[in-house]
């Protein structure tokens, strides 16, 4: 231990007197730390955590590579080597001594780094600060290890050097520590996952981004231990004395194998793509986290409030500060501005009540409705319709919950999705005939997936818990008997009351689909939170409401998929060529649907919904008296039936209320504050309220005097990550 110890602390003495050292342990990384600041306006947010990143990684870049590997060439070229060989001292401690100095010499760096990150560009102290010192620590002493392997195989000054360049550069403009990775083309990018300083970027900003732990970055991790210990025992084998000593030019491919665990990693990655996926997870979070001010702009706040003429503040993801009738400096409040003049700030919008299994159009080829990404599809038009969150209230279980935990995990970028489902009904009730039109393979799937048919009060209970235990967010009823010619069977009241009792116990919010008066006053009775539909065929009393309003139940009519089914009864093909429709529906889905409209395949069922009773002025009346009665309202589309499109249809929603008498200002508090209350999210989202996440829709005009201002979006906020609107609908 001695001999290590000693040559240690000789060779600590001798690098800190080296002014070059100095200068590119300290001096060169605080250049471009300062550089990259004013380049990415890292004062602006969470932006100086990916500077800092870049800059560890840049630093032990040098430290490694050139502090490493030339060194050590330059002490044998100047004979200094050769004058240990004769004393009793082998090459381990040599190469111990210089991976000890270059993490000694270096770790000051990252500290002084880190204290001017945080006191002058508000960086916070890291959560998982032990995970990232670790990991920093493992990355120094891999990359020391493969310099020295440089210096083991350069025969000379100018091949170390040679040698040097030859991995410094493309790591370090490959590796996201120069320029992002997220902004290459996709093979490129594939290529920077078997480039060992890539994973050293993803980690440091996995820890300090996303709050990742050590136990997070394990895997990169390891390979670098791996690669610092094959790169080890390489160094022992080839080390050498004297420069008169030479290896073959083959030698040099020693380099390679030890990089051979990332060559192991680019392989799965070009596969697998975890990385490349993380590595967009964490551009989102950066995004997210950069402050941003929405200036002289009109507020509606969500809950009623207006603010004619006011200033919002995004930091972190949140609303930071809400300015009223001032106008700030976006300088000195170091955000990025936006001007909000003319324009209009709201919440996101919400879609209570979807159905992302269904299309809303017609496809020519059938297989296009099995299509494996359409509920991706639907939440990314949805959220560049500016409808941020939306419920699903009734679609297949197990992939509802599978594209919502995409959503929560940054998996791909679309609305905040909330499931309620399966639907609670009886053998021949609604909507049973539906899964009986399938296929007899798929049935018995279908019935598991989409129903529950309970047959006693006791089983009602048990699929209830069976539902809370899978993750549901709500669970839905169906009181419905039908129409002459067109009837089911209907569940008794003591079956739904059993259901939401039930469903209250375990915290979840009931959400009843209705047909007529009887069913909207037996839903109350049941215990109800929301009247999906209410009644269509029929007056709902005065007294019905009242008690709705007293016992807070919502109300969500669902006009939209009453003007839709009616539109396409009547071949009213214009309903496809509303400008938002046009954008976030897909061109052969319209196209196909206009198609199918416009033929004779389609009078069967056209002829069949002219008989129906369901009348849009009969819903709007019964709208008209909840708004009067009290009743709180919330918008829903029904979206996934006909010409009921994914994305626009809430807007359509609110016009088609405002159109029955309503105020646009009920119509927008329904569609944010009350749905954000009636989905359990208004503790994060659904108003303009400091502390809330930054989800906001910024349009041009005024919403409160022209309802279809809200079609006319030039921003929208998704936690406060600036959503690229065309990308939205090109994710693969």
Same mark, same amino acid.
Request: charged share 20%.
């Given at each position: 231990?001695?001999?290590?110890?000693?040559?240690?602390?000789?060779?600590?003495?001798?690098?800190?007197?080296?002014? =070059?050292?100095?200068?590119?342990?300290?001096?060169?990384?605080?250049?471009?730390?300062?550089?990259?600041?004013?380049?990415?306006?890292? #004062?602006?947010?969470?932006?100086?955590?990916?500077?800092?990143?870049?800059?560890?990684?840049?630093?032990?870049?040098?430290?490694?590579?050139?502090?490493?590997? @030339?060194?050590?060439?330059?002490?044998?070229?100047?004979?200094?080597?050769?004058?240990?060989?004769?004393?009793?001292?082998?090459?381990?401690?040599?190469?111990?001594?210089?991976?000890? &100095?270059?993490?000694?010499?270096?770790?000051?760096?990252?500290?002084?780094?880190?204290? @001017?990150?945080?006191?002058?560009?508000?960086?916070?102290?890291?959560?998982?600060?032990? =995970?990232?010192?670790?990991?920093?620590?493992?990355?120094? &002493?891999?990359?020391?290890?493969?310099?020295?392997? @440089?210096?083991?195989?350069?025969?000379?000054?100018?091949?170390?050097?040679?040698?040097?360049?030859?991995? $410094?550069?493309?790591?370090?403009?490959?590796?996201?520590?120069?320029?992002?990775?997220?902004?290459?083309?996709?093979?490129?990018?594939?290529?920077?996952?078997?480039?060992?300083?890539?994973?050293?970027?993803? +980690?440091?900003?996995?820890?300090? @981004?996303?709050?990742?732990?050590?136990?997070?970055?394990?895997?990169?991790?390891?390979?670098?231990?791996?690669?610092?210990?094959?790169?080890?025992?390489?160094?022992?084998?080839?080390?050498?004395?004297?420069?008169?000593?030479?290896?073959?030019?083959?030698?040099?491919?020693?380099?390679?194998?030890?990089?051979?665990?990332?060559?192991?990693?680019?392989?799965?990655?070009?596969?697998?793509?975890?990385?490349?996926?993380?590595?967009?997870?964490?551009?989102?979070?950066?995004?997210?986290?950069?402050?941003?001010?929405?200036?002289?702009?009109?507020?509606?706040?969500?809950?009623?409030?207006?603010?004619?003429?006011?200033?919002?503040?995004?930091?972190?993801?949140?609303?930071?500060?809400?300015? #009223?009738?001032?106008?700030? *400096?976006?300088?000195? /409040?170091?955000?990025?501005?936006?001007?909000?003049?003319?324009?209009?700030?709201?919440?996101?919008?919400?879609?209570?009540?979807?159905?992302?299994?269904?299309?809303?159009?017609?496809?020519?080829?059938?297989?296009?409705?099995?299509?494996?990404?359409?509920?991706?599809?639907?939440?990314?038009?949805?959220? $560049?319709?500016?409808?941020?969150?939306?419920?699903?209230?009734?679609?297949?279980? *197990?992939?509802?919950?599978?594209?919502?935990?995409?959503?929560?995990?940054?998996?791909?970028?679309?609305?905040?999705?909330?499931?309620?489902?399966? /639907?609670?009904?009886?053998? +021949?009730?609604?909507?049973?005939?539906?899964?009986?039109?399938?296929?007899?393979?798929?049935?018995?799937?279908?019935? =598991?997936?989409?129903?529950?048919?309970?047959?006693?009060? #006791?089983?009602?209970?048990?699929?209830?818990?069976?539902?809370?235990?899978?993750?549901?967010?709500?669970?839905?009823?169906?009181?419905?008997?039908?129409?002459?010619? $067109?009837?089911?069977?209907?569940?008794?009241?003591?079956?739904?009351?059993?259901?939401?009792?039930?469903?209250?116990?375990?915290?979840?919010?009931?959400?009843?689909?209705?047909?007529?008066?009887?069913?909207?006053?037996?839903?109350?009775?049941?215990?109800?939170?929301?009247?999906?539909?209410?009644?269509?065929? #029929?007056?709902?009393?005065?007294?019905?409401?009242?008690?709705?309003?007293?016992?807070?139940?919502?109300?969500?009519?669902?006009?939209?998929?009453?003007?839709?089914?009616?539109?396409?009864?009547?071949?009213?093909?214009?309903?496809?060529?509303?400008?938002?429709?046009?954008?976030?529906?897909? +061109?052969?889905?319209?196209?196909?649907?206009?198609?199918?409209?416009?033929?004779?395949? =389609?009078?069967?069922?056209?002829?069949?919904?002219?008989?129906?009773?369901?009348?849009?002025?009969?819903?709007?009346?019964?709208?008209?008296?909840?708004?009067?009665?009290?009743?709180?309202?919330?918008?829903?589309?029904?979206?996934?039936?006909?010409?009921?499109?994914?994305?626009?249809?809430?807007?359509?929603?609110?016009?088609?209320?405002?159109?029955?008498?309503?105020?646009?200002?009920?119509?927008?508090?329904?569609?944010?504050?009350?749905?954000?209350?009636?989905?359990?999210?208004?503790?994060?989202?659904?108003?303009?309220?400091?502390?809330?996440?930054?989800?906001?829709?910024?349009?041009?005009?005024?919403?409160?005097?022209?309802?279809?201002?809200?079609?006319?979006?030039?921003?929208?906020?998704?936690?406060?990550?600036?959503?690229?609107?065309?990308?939205?609908?090109?994710?693969?």
């Amino acid at each position: 231990m001695a001999p290590y110890l000693a040559y240690i602390r000789m060779t600590l003495r001798l690098t800190m007197r080296e002014k =070059s050292v100095l200068f590119f342990n300290y001096v060169f990384p605080l250049i471009f730390f300062f550089v990259f600041s004013i380049a990415f306006q890292a #004062e602006r947010g969470g932006v100086i955590n990916m500077v800092f990143a870049m800059i560890l990684v840049i630093g032990v870049l040098g430290n490694g590579l050139f502090g490493g590997g @030339i060194r050590m060439v330059m002490e044998r070229d100047q004979n200094i080597l050769r004058r240990f060989k004769v004393a009793p001292i082998s090459a381990a401690p040599i190469l111990v001594a210089s991976l000890a &100095v270059g993490l000694v010499s270096y770790l000051p760096s990252v500290f002084l780094t880190f204290l @001017i990150a945080k006191f002058y560009y508000g960086m916070a102290t890291p959560e998982h600060w032990p =995970s990232l010192l670790l990991f920093v620590v493992i990355a120094i &002493v891999a990359f020391r290890a493969i310099g020295l392997i @440089i210096a083991s195989v350069a025969n000379s000054m100018a091949e170390s050097q040679i040698l040097t360049q030859l991995l $410094y550069f493309p790591m370090m403009f490959l590796s996201g520590a120069t320029f992002p990775t997220t902004s290459f083309p996709s093979w490129l990018q594939t290529v920077t996952q078997f480039i060992p300083a890539t994973h050293i970027n993803t +980690g440091v900003q996995g820890i300090l @981004i996303r709050k990742e732990s050590f136990a997070e970055n394990a895997g990169a991790a390891g390979a670098l231990v791996l690669t610092a210990i094959v790169a080890i025992f390489i160094c022992m084998k080839l080390f050498r004395w004297e420069k008169e000593e030479k290896l073959k030019n083959s030698a040099k491919l020693w380099v390679g194998a030890a990089l051979l665990p990332f060559v192991a990693i680019g392989v799965y990655q070009a596969s697998a793509k975890t990385n490349l996926e993380r590595q967009k997870q964490i551009d989102r979070e950066l995004s997210r986290s950069r402050t941003r001010l929405i200036r002289d702009v009109r507020l509606v706040i969500g809950d009623g409030r207006v603010i004619e003429r006011g200033s919002l503040l995004v930091r972190e993801g949140r609303i930071a500060q809400i300015f #009223e009738g001032t106008t700030p *400096d976006a300088k000195a /409040l170091k955000a990025d501005l936006v001007e909000g003049a003319g324009k209009t700030l709201l919440p996101g919008l919400i879609d209570a009540h979807v159905h992302l299994g269904a299309p809303g159009g017609f496809y020519e080829n059938p297989q296009d409705y099995a299509k494996p990404k359409q509920g991706e599809r639907a939440l990314a038009a949805y959220l $560049y319709s500016g409808v941020t969150a939306v419920r699903s209230t009734g679609d297949w279980l *197990d992939q509802s919950l599978a594209l919502r935990a995409k959503v929560e995990q940054l998996q791909f970028t679309g609305a905040d999705l909330a499931t309620c489902g399966p /639907l609670f009904t009886v053998e +021949g009730g609604h909507p049973t005939q539906l899964i009986n039109g399938y296929p007899a393979a798929m049935q018995a799937a279908g019935r =598991s997936q989409f129903l529950r048919l309970p047959k006693s009060p #006791e089983e009602a209970r048990r699929m209830v818990r069976e539902l809370k235990q899978a993750g549901v967010d709500c669970v839905k009823g169906v009181f419905e008997a039908g129409q002459p010619g $067109y009837s089911f069977n209907r569940a008794s009241p003591e079956l739904l009351k059993a259901m939401a009792d039930e469903a209250r116990r375990q915290g979840l919010p009931v959400a009843i689909h209705t047909g007529n008066a009887q069913d909207v006053a037996d839903a109350i009775a049941a215990g109800a939170k929301s009247i999906e539909h209410g009644s269509m065929t #029929e007056k709902i009393p005065d007294e019905v409401f009242s008690r709705m309003a007293q016992a807070d139940v919502y109300y969500n009519p669902t006009l939209s998929v009453l003007e839709g089914v009616a539109g396409f009864a009547a071949g009213r093909t214009e309903l496809l060529e509303f400008s938002l429709v046009q954008q976030a529906v897909p +061109g052969n889905l319209l196209a196909s649907t206009k198609k199918y409209m416009l033929s004779s395949a =389609s009078e069967p069922m056209r002829t069949g919904i002219r008989l129906s009773r369901m009348e849009l002025r009969i819903a709007e009346d019964n709208l008209r008296r909840a708004h009067a009665a009290g009743v709180r309202l919330v918008t829903g589309s029904d979206a996934g039936n006909p010409l009921v499109f994914h994305g626009p249809a809430v807007h359509r929603e609110m016009q088609l209320w405002v159109a029955a008498g309503l105020p646009a200002a009920a119509a927008l508090q329904a569609a944010t504050g009350n749905a954000a209350r009636l989905l359990g999210i208004a503790g994060r989202t659904g108003t303009l309220t400091v502390g809330k996440e930054a989800t906001l829709l910024l349009v041009d005009g005024n919403p409160l005097m022209d309802i279809t201002a809200t079609e006319r979006i030039t921003l929208i906020l998704l936690k406060g990550e600036r959503m690229i609107r065309p990308e939205l609908l090109k994710q693969e």
